[in-house]
């Protein structure tokens, strides 16, 4: 998987206005069971540059739908 050849992270998390990072706790089913808040600036620095370095590798969309991907 592209990702972790990138070296991503496996969570699911949200930036917000590059300030807060919540990461998200889900159980097996991936039902959301709840987010935590952070605002460590080192922390949200490394998923900032995570962000960054997936939408550099990112497919277009409408190449992603026409792939049947």
Same mark, same amino acid.
């Given at each position: 998987?592209?990702?972790? $050849?990138?070296?991503?992270? $496996?969570?699911?998390?949200?930036?917000?206005?590059?300030?807060?990072?919540?990461?998200?706790?889900?159980?097996?089913?991936?039902?959301?069971?709840?987010?935590?808040?952070?605002?460590? /600036?080192?922390?949200?620095? /490394?998923?900032?540059?995570? $962000?960054?370095?997936?939408?550099?590798?990112?497919?277009?969309?409408?190449?992603?739908?026409?792939?049947?991907?």
């Amino acid at each position: 998987m592209e990702a972790e $050849r990138l070296g991503l992270p $496996r969570s699911d998390w949200w930036l917000f206005d590059d300030e807060r990072l919540a990461l998200l706790h889900l159980d097996v089913d991936d039902v959301l069971l709840g987010a935590e808040i952070i605002t460590d /600036q080192a922390t949200v620095e /490394q998923h900032r540059k995570w $962000r960054d370095l997936a939408w550099e590798h990112a497919i277009p969309l409408e190449e992603f739908v026409t792939s049947g991907a």
